[in-house]
């Protein structure tokens, strides 16, 4: 009888010490990957942890077991944010390594104000250096849907994971499609038709954030379409964006509708047209930069009251065509002055302005009888100074150019 009280307590012990364990490791019935976790949930878990082995994804739940895995990404993915959001918000955290979709991801729901949900890669991993990556090619539509035109979807933050596709027709990394709050941050977004569409056909979008967003080879970078009014105090900041040519149509920033929005340190690079105003109101661009381009700023008759501080255009053609109404350029590159001449036997001189669009007003200064009658002309690099007849000698003309919005 002793003994085998004796062997019941040996037996409870194992038993014990076997909880204990299994509250610290969870391991995975398929995946080689084991888990060190502490025990229930604790404090900033995410609610899935997502990872791929060869062709294989899993995810993980806070307590370490695997609720979800398979061979396709998308239905995965689509299956934890799904389950984020009936729980009214959380994590989900995606592990650095390329994860191959077929389908659209969406998000949908009511706003979440007090638990947003949120989908955060590893932004570079210490032992490959790589990140997490959503590679969709050959499909067209968004890798990546917040809201569906007909649900305001809020509170939604995408952080520290890259978009890859293939320039497919149609294509876009993600697009917003009504909602508030929401926030895209240290993003990167490569070949894609267009980078980030702002839908507001169906429901409006506002206040939302986009921060730290580096994008290469789009056609489209930030493109805001819908309704008017309908797109209103969102703010881009550190924006960096390079186009896949200088094919017509490509445009950097193409705000078709916008109010009040903010544009903070954004470099455009190689875009047939840089950025695109119609239908705007009160937008802000402080620090913009546009280079290596064919056109800098196309403002249409609907642009009303935009403003630009310190802009830096660099293009071959026209930098600023302003058709709008009340649209104000500040900065110190708006004015210049300076001497030229007109060389002995010419009638004019051509004298790079320097400025960042065309002058709007020349005074000419003179003393010499020949040049007094002087007359001028403008275009996006240069004054021209033209005398009726040619001088006898080299004659000096005094000029004051400046850009009046």
């Known amino acids: 009888m002793k003994l085998q009280r004796r062997e019941v307590k040996i037996a409870g012990v194992f038993i ?23 025990s229930g949930v604790y404090p900033g878990a995410s609610s899935y942890t997502v990872w791929k082995e060869g062709s294989d994804y899993f995810a993980k739940d806070s307590n370490g077991w695997i609720e979800f895995s398979g061979t396709n990404a998308s239905d995965l993915m689509q299956d934890s944010i799904d389950s984020v959001i009936a729980a009214q918000g959380g994590t989900i955290l995606l592990i650095h390594g390329d994860y191959v979709l077929d ?48 649900t305001k979807t809020s509170n939604v933050k995408i952080v520290d994971v890259a978009f890859v596709g293939d320039n497919t027709g149609g294509s876009i990394g993600i697009e917003l499609l009504g909602g508030t709050y929401n926030t895209i941050s240290r993003v990167k977004i ?14 409006a979008n506002h206040y939302s954030r986009f921060e730290e967003i580096q994008m290469w080879k789009v056609g489209y970078g930030i493109e805001s379409i819908g309704a008017s009014h309908a797109a209103n105090t969102n703010s881009f900041w550190h924006i960096s964006i390079s186009g896949d040519s200088l094919a017509t149509g490509q445009i950097g920033v193409n705000l078709l509708i916008g ?13 047939n047209l840089g950025i695109k105003l119609n239908d705007t109101w009160a937008n802000t661009f402080i620090n913009l930069v546009i280079d290596n381009g064919v056109t800098g700023i196309n403002l249409t008759s609907n ?13 071959s053609g026209t930098r600023i065509n302003n058709d709008g ?40 200064g003179a003393t010499h009888a020949e040049v007094v009658n002087a007359t001028w002309s403008v275009d996006w690099q240069n004054i021209t100074i033209t005398v009726p007849n040619a001088v006898s000698g080299n004659r000096d003309v005094g000029y004051y150019a400046n850009h009046q919005p």
Do not use: M
């Open 16 to 38: 014990v010490l076997g909880i204990l364990l299994g509250s610290l490791v969870a391991y995975a019935a398929t995946p080689s990957s084991t888990f060190w976790i502490s």
């Open 103 to 150: 389908t659209t991801l969406t998000i949908v729901g009511d706003a979440y104000y007090e638990a947003p949900v949120i989908l955060r890669g590893e932004a570079s991993h210490a032992d490959s250096g790589r990140g997490t990556t959503l590679a969709y090619t050959g499909l067209s539509g968004a890798v990546i849907e917040i809201g569906d035109g007909t």
């Open 190 to 203: 490569n070949e894609f038709e267009k980078g980030i569409v702002i839908n507001s056909s169906s429901i």
């Open 259 to 271: 109010e009040y929005n903010s544009f903070i340190q954004v470099y455009l690079h190689a875009f």
């Open 303 to 315: 642009a009303i009251r935009d403003q630009f501080f310190n802009p830096l255009i660099v293009v």
């Open 325 to 364: 109404e009340a649209v104000k350029f500040y900065g110190s590159n708006y004015q210049t002055c300076g001497t030229a001449t007109i060389l002995n036997g010419q009638t004019s001189v051509d004298v790079a302005h320097g400025l960042l669009t065309d002058p709007t007003c020349v005074t000419l």
